[in-house]
């Protein structure tokens, strides 16, 4: 809501109901949005989201085109799915559809191009990567499967499909089995990517070491991160130490939470070794938000792909020094929190773990 309503007043409300597509299609499919809005204001169907009622009714083709969703709905009594013998409810009838184990129904709201630019592309992402050709399905990761019972008194199958729909938002404010999304979020990150850390064993005092961070994509079907990533926050925390001594470090916050890159408040740039994977969105060379850009830069990892970090400091005395490194993620950053004036949800903003590696220096 916040980000709507922030959209909207810096461009004019020439955002319209954009946004509504994917995040609200009931009620972008009925006209029944507000393009400013609260919560309280809305129709309580419109307010759910996205229902299970409106993915089940989606139907081919699933297409998306430039700021713009093709939806093809049938909404009337029968509901679509992948079970071949369901138990027969008074709720709805059942259609049989294997597409709904397949990336395609995926595509139309996560391959979003807006204004030729292609720039939340995780469909075109899986469909170009080796998962893609290998016919790994999004539904392998974020639609898992287990055994049991799709309706009380119903059969044990083994193949039912979990809609949490894991990925990396987290509920911010109170909502159902919040601390059980935030662990299977974890879950899924810690399996996310591998991570190298390289550097001498050996080393004598005032030496600059070079201790270099690989991090691959090795385990994703997309680029990581992917989505919004230009407001992603993945990156590299080191930091080398000894007894309580730190020498050096980078991907630490400031006195804010925040990274201390461009958007740190308190101490912009302050971090000249900072890596971080993501991108920035440009409209006339200048920093734009995704409904007003022209171009962008995204230094996301693709699937299969790797980048390295390197790191130099300086040992002032002999002794065994610790190195770590760990991969880091967090969806978003305090600071847009604050740009958007919701500061008391900033420390709901969880920082995950992905990968964590440890190595020792000896200087003599």
């Not at 085109?65 to 409810?89: F, H, I, L």
């Not at 979003?112 to 170009?128: A, K, M, R």
């Not at 020498?247 to 971090?271: Q, T």
Request: hydrophobic fraction near 35%.
């Amino acid at each position: 809501m916040l980000s709507n309503n922030s959209l909207q007043q810096s461009t004019g409300g020439r955002l319209g109901k954009t946004c509504f597509q994917c995040h609200a299609p009931v009620g972008f499919l009925t006209g029944n949005t507000k393009e400013v809005f609260e919560f309280s204001d809305l129709d309580p169907l419109v307010g759910e989201g996205i229902t299970c009622d409106f993915c089940h009714v989606l139907r081919p083709p699933y297409l998306s085109t430039n700021q713009s969703v093709r939806y093809t709905v049938d909404p009337g009594g029968v509901k679509y799915g992948t079970m071949t013998n369901p138990v027969a409810s008074s709720a709805h009838t059942h259609g049989y559809d294997p597409d709904f184990d397949r990336s395609v129904v995926c595509r139309q709201c996560h391959d979003l191009t807006v204004n030729n630019v292609p720039v939340e592309i995780t469909f075109t992402e899986w469909q170009d990567s080796p998962w893609g050709a290998m016919s790994v399905e999004c539904q392998a990761c974020h639609m898992r499967t287990y055994t049991g019972r799709a309706v009380p008194g119903g059969p044990v199958r083994p193949d039912l499909h979990r809609h949490t729909f894991a990925g990396v938002d987290v509920a911010i404010t109170e909502f159902p089995n919040k601390a059980e999304q935030r662990a299977e979020i974890d879950s899924l990150l810690k399996n996310s990517a591998s991570m190298d850390l390289e550097l001498p064993s050996l080393a004598a005092t005032g030496d600059t070491v070079r201790a270099s961070v690989r991090v691959r994509n090795d385990k994703t079907g997309h680029n990581l991160p992917t989505s919004v990533f230009f407001n992603r926050q993945m990156w590299i925390e080191i930091t080398v130490w000894r007894r309580t001594d730190t020498l050096y470090r980078s991907g630490h916050f400031d006195a804010n939470g925040d990274l201390m890159d461009a958007k740190s408040a308190l101490n912009p740039n302050g971090d000249p070794d900072l890596t971080i994977f993501g991108g920035t969105l440009y409209k006339n060379g200048e920093e734009s938000n995704v409904f007003e850009l022209d171009s962008l830069v995204n230094n996301t990892i693709p699937p299969f792909g790797a980048r390295t970090a390197t790191y130099g400091f300086v040992p002032r005395e002999a002794g065994q020094w610790n190195v770590k490194a760990r991969l880091l993620f967090r969806p978003f950053g305090p600071y847009l929190f604050r740009a958007l004036g919701a500061d008391a949800y900033v420390t709901e903003l969880p920082v995950f773990e992905m990968v964590v590696r440890e190595s020792i220096l000896t200087v003599y």
